[in-house]
Protein backbone atom coordinates (compact mmCIF):
# COMPACT_ATOMS: atom_id res chain seq x y z
CA UNK A 1 0.00 0.00 0.00
CA UNK A 2 1.14 3.12 -0.77
CA UNK A 3 -0.85 5.45 1.69
CA UNK A 4 -1.50 9.03 1.22
CA UNK A 5 0.60 10.52 -1.74
CA UNK A 6 0.60 13.54 -2.76
CA UNK A 7 1.76 15.38 -5.63
CA UNK A 8 3.91 17.85 -6.70
CA UNK A 9 6.58 17.76 -3.50
CA UNK A 10 7.46 21.41 -4.79
CA UNK A 11 5.64 24.21 -6.18
CA UNK A 12 6.64 27.61 -6.96
CA UNK A 13 4.16 29.60 -8.20
CA UNK A 14 3.66 33.52 -9.31
CA UNK A 15 1.00 35.51 -7.75
CA UNK A 16 -2.48 34.88 -9.54
CA UNK A 17 -1.51 31.57 -10.70
CA UNK A 18 -3.97 28.51 -10.32
CA UNK A 19 -2.79 25.06 -9.49
CA UNK A 20 -3.98 21.82 -7.87
CA UNK A 21 -2.53 20.29 -5.30
CA UNK A 22 -3.12 15.95 -5.96
CA UNK A 23 -4.47 13.87 -2.60
CA UNK A 24 -4.42 10.30 -3.20
CA UNK A 25 -4.85 7.41 -0.70
CA UNK A 26 -5.44 3.39 -1.71
CA UNK A 27 -6.58 2.65 1.92
CA UNK A 28 -10.27 2.97 0.73
CA UNK A 29 -10.85 5.32 3.57
CA UNK A 30 -13.92 7.79 3.93
CA UNK A 31 -12.30 10.97 5.20
CA UNK A 32 -10.09 13.15 4.28
CA UNK A 33 -8.58 16.23 4.74
CA UNK A 34 -6.19 18.99 4.19
CA UNK A 35 -4.15 20.78 6.50
CA UNK A 36 -1.36 23.83 5.88
CA UNK A 37 1.35 24.11 8.28
CA UNK A 38 2.75 27.85 8.66
CA UNK A 39 5.80 28.15 11.47
CA UNK A 40 4.33 29.02 14.75
CA UNK A 41 0.75 28.12 13.59
CA UNK A 42 0.92 24.69 13.81
CA UNK A 43 -1.80 22.70 11.45
CA UNK A 44 -4.45 24.43 9.81
CA UNK A 45 -7.52 23.00 8.43
CA UNK A 46 -8.61 24.17 5.42
CA UNK A 47 -11.31 21.86 3.97
CA UNK A 48 -12.04 17.98 4.75
CA UNK A 49 -14.57 15.61 3.62
CA UNK A 50 -16.27 12.60 5.20
CA UNK A 51 -16.78 10.96 1.93
CA UNK A 52 -17.19 10.96 -1.75
CA UNK A 53 -19.47 13.79 -2.24
CA UNK A 54 -19.42 15.49 0.11
CA UNK A 55 -16.90 18.15 1.68
CA UNK A 56 -17.07 21.17 4.14
CA UNK A 57 -14.88 24.17 5.39
CA UNK A 58 -12.35 23.96 8.13
CA UNK A 59 -10.64 26.98 9.70
CA UNK A 60 -8.80 28.73 7.53
CA UNK A 61 -11.17 28.03 3.66
CA UNK A 62 -10.58 31.41 2.08
CA UNK A 63 -8.61 30.62 -1.20
CA UNK A 64 -8.97 27.39 -1.55
CA UNK A 65 -11.52 24.88 -3.82
CA UNK A 66 -11.99 20.82 -3.17
CA UNK A 67 -13.96 18.22 -4.60
CA UNK A 68 -14.13 14.48 -3.87
CA UNK A 69 -15.71 12.85 -6.71
CA UNK A 70 -14.26 9.30 -6.00
CA UNK A 71 -13.43 7.72 -2.77
CA UNK A 72 -9.54 7.79 -3.48
CA UNK A 73 -8.96 11.58 -4.42
CA UNK A 74 -8.91 14.68 -2.20
CA UNK A 75 -7.81 17.50 -4.66
CA UNK A 76 -7.17 21.09 -3.47
CA UNK A 77 -7.41 24.04 -5.55
CA UNK A 78 -5.80 27.39 -5.83
CA UNK A 79 -7.76 29.71 -7.79
CA UNK A 80 -5.59 32.63 -7.82
CA UNK A 81 -2.46 32.52 -5.78
CA UNK A 82 -1.37 34.93 -3.05
CA UNK A 83 1.89 35.21 -0.87
CA UNK A 84 -0.19 34.26 1.84
CA UNK A 85 -0.50 31.45 0.28
CA UNK A 86 3.27 30.10 0.85
CA UNK A 87 2.84 26.99 3.08
CA UNK A 88 3.51 23.39 3.45
CA UNK A 89 0.60 21.43 2.88
CA UNK A 90 -0.61 17.95 3.84
CA UNK A 91 -3.09 15.87 3.16
CA UNK A 92 -4.52 13.53 5.51
CA UNK A 93 -7.40 10.45 5.73
CA UNK A 94 -8.97 8.41 8.11
CA UNK A 95 -11.05 5.06 8.05
CA UNK A 96 -14.27 6.33 10.02
CA UNK A 97 -13.92 9.40 11.56
CA UNK A 98 -13.54 7.92 15.01
CA UNK A 99 -9.82 8.53 14.71
CA UNK A 100 -8.56 5.17 16.13
CA UNK A 101 -5.15 5.37 15.43
CA UNK A 102 -5.40 8.74 14.04
CA UNK A 103 -5.07 10.52 10.83
CA UNK A 104 -2.42 8.72 8.01
CA UNK A 105 -0.65 12.09 6.66
CA UNK A 106 0.94 12.44 3.31
CA UNK A 107 4.11 13.78 3.26
CA UNK A 108 3.41 16.92 2.26
CA UNK A 109 3.78 19.56 -0.75
CA UNK A 110 5.97 22.67 -0.39
CA UNK A 111 4.60 25.92 -1.73
CA UNK A 112 6.04 29.01 -2.57
CA UNK A 113 4.44 32.14 -4.11
CA UNK A 114 6.04 34.97 -5.24
CA UNK B 1 -9.41 31.85 18.39
CA UNK B 2 -6.97 29.18 19.24
CA UNK B 3 -8.75 26.36 20.52
CA UNK B 4 -5.73 23.78 21.41
CA UNK B 5 -2.57 25.67 22.71
CA UNK B 6 0.96 24.65 23.31
CA UNK B 7 2.83 27.11 25.03
CA UNK B 8 6.09 25.99 24.84
CA UNK B 9 7.09 25.86 21.83
CA UNK B 10 10.56 23.88 22.76
CA UNK B 11 11.92 21.15 25.33
CA UNK B 12 15.33 19.97 25.84
CA UNK B 13 16.16 16.71 27.76
CA UNK B 14 18.60 14.62 28.50
CA UNK B 15 18.86 11.22 27.33
CA UNK B 16 17.10 8.30 29.56
CA UNK B 17 14.73 10.98 32.02
CA UNK B 18 11.30 12.08 31.14
CA UNK B 19 10.07 14.70 29.00
CA UNK B 20 6.65 15.85 29.65
CA UNK B 21 4.78 18.11 26.77
CA UNK B 22 1.48 19.91 27.66
CA UNK B 23 -1.63 21.17 25.79
CA UNK B 24 -4.38 23.36 26.87
CA UNK B 25 -7.73 23.46 25.15
CA UNK B 26 -10.82 26.02 25.06
CA UNK B 27 -13.45 24.10 23.21
CA UNK B 28 -15.35 21.89 25.82
CA UNK B 29 -17.03 19.77 23.01
CA UNK B 30 -13.73 18.18 22.49
CA UNK B 31 -13.84 14.50 23.04
CA UNK B 32 -11.01 12.93 21.24
CA UNK B 33 -7.13 13.77 22.27
CA UNK B 34 -4.47 12.78 20.22
CA UNK B 35 -0.81 13.34 19.78
CA UNK B 36 1.66 12.90 16.22
CA UNK B 37 4.89 12.96 16.47
CA UNK B 38 6.83 14.42 13.50
CA UNK B 39 10.14 14.80 11.32
CA UNK B 40 11.64 17.73 9.25
CA UNK B 41 10.47 16.98 5.53
CA UNK B 42 7.63 14.36 6.93
CA UNK B 43 3.90 14.27 7.70
CA UNK B 44 2.71 14.06 10.82
CA UNK B 45 2.71 10.40 12.37
CA UNK B 46 0.31 9.14 14.81
CA UNK B 47 1.33 8.66 18.09
CA UNK B 48 -1.04 8.02 20.97
CA UNK B 49 -4.77 8.85 21.26
CA UNK B 50 -7.16 9.56 24.82
CA UNK B 51 -10.84 9.59 24.74
CA UNK B 52 -12.74 11.96 26.76
CA UNK B 53 -13.77 8.81 29.32
CA UNK B 54 -10.57 8.25 30.19
CA UNK B 55 -7.90 9.99 32.26
CA UNK B 56 -5.01 7.75 30.96
CA UNK B 57 -3.49 5.89 28.35
CA UNK B 58 -0.37 3.97 27.60
CA UNK B 59 1.55 2.69 24.98
CA UNK B 60 5.06 1.52 25.87
CA UNK B 61 7.14 4.38 26.45
CA UNK B 62 3.98 6.94 25.69
CA UNK B 63 1.31 7.83 28.18
CA UNK B 64 -0.83 10.44 27.55
CA UNK B 65 -2.94 12.24 30.70
CA UNK B 66 -6.56 14.05 30.21
CA UNK B 67 -7.84 16.35 32.63
CA UNK B 68 -10.80 17.14 31.81
CA UNK B 69 -11.86 19.90 34.62
CA UNK B 70 -8.39 21.79 33.53
CA UNK B 71 -9.20 21.52 30.28
CA UNK B 72 -5.40 19.98 29.75
CA UNK B 73 -3.83 16.99 28.73
CA UNK B 74 0.36 15.94 28.63
CA UNK B 75 2.64 13.38 26.79
CA UNK B 76 5.28 11.52 28.95
CA UNK B 77 7.99 9.90 27.33
CA UNK B 78 9.89 7.73 29.90
CA UNK B 79 12.65 6.61 29.05
CA UNK B 80 13.58 9.42 26.72
CA UNK B 81 15.77 8.82 23.50
CA UNK B 82 17.92 10.66 20.96
CA UNK B 83 15.45 9.25 18.25
CA UNK B 84 12.76 10.92 20.14
CA UNK B 85 13.81 14.30 18.80
CA UNK B 86 10.58 15.91 16.86
CA UNK B 87 8.32 17.91 16.90
CA UNK B 88 5.20 17.02 18.65
CA UNK B 89 1.57 18.42 18.11
CA UNK B 90 -1.73 17.59 19.87
CA UNK B 91 -4.71 17.59 18.28
CA UNK B 92 -8.80 17.51 19.60
CA UNK B 93 -11.54 16.58 17.25
CA UNK B 94 -15.43 16.26 18.47
CA UNK B 95 -18.64 18.89 18.52
CA UNK B 96 -20.67 16.96 20.77
CA UNK B 97 -23.19 16.28 17.92
CA UNK B 98 -21.60 13.99 15.28
CA UNK B 99 -18.15 12.49 14.40
CA UNK B 100 -16.90 15.06 11.08
CA UNK B 101 -13.58 13.73 11.42
CA UNK B 102 -12.19 17.23 11.69
CA UNK B 103 -9.05 17.44 13.89
CA UNK B 104 -8.13 21.15 15.31
CA UNK B 105 -4.34 20.88 15.98
CA UNK B 106 -1.96 22.65 18.25
CA UNK B 107 0.95 24.89 17.20
CA UNK B 108 3.57 22.31 18.22
CA UNK B 109 6.08 21.74 20.51
CA UNK B 110 9.80 20.78 19.67
CA UNK B 111 11.40 18.35 21.43
CA UNK B 112 15.40 17.78 21.54
CA UNK B 113 16.91 14.86 23.68
CA UNK B 114 20.07 15.40 24.18
CA UNK B 115 22.49 12.09 24.26
Known amino acids: NAGVTQTPKFQVLKTGQSMTLQCAQD?????MSWYRQDPGMGLRLIHYSVGAGITDQGEVPNGYNVSRSTTEDFPLRLLSAAPSQTSVYFC?????????????FGSGTRLTVV | DQQVKQNSPSLSVQEGRISILNCDYTNSMFDYFLWYKKYPAEGPTFLISISSIKDKNEDGRFTVFLNKSAKHLSLHIVPSQPGDSAVYFC??????????????FGQGTTLQVKP
Open chain 1, 92 to 104: ASNQDGLLMGGYT
Open chain 1, 27 to 31: MNHEY
Open chain 2, 91 to 104: AASGDGSSNTGKLI
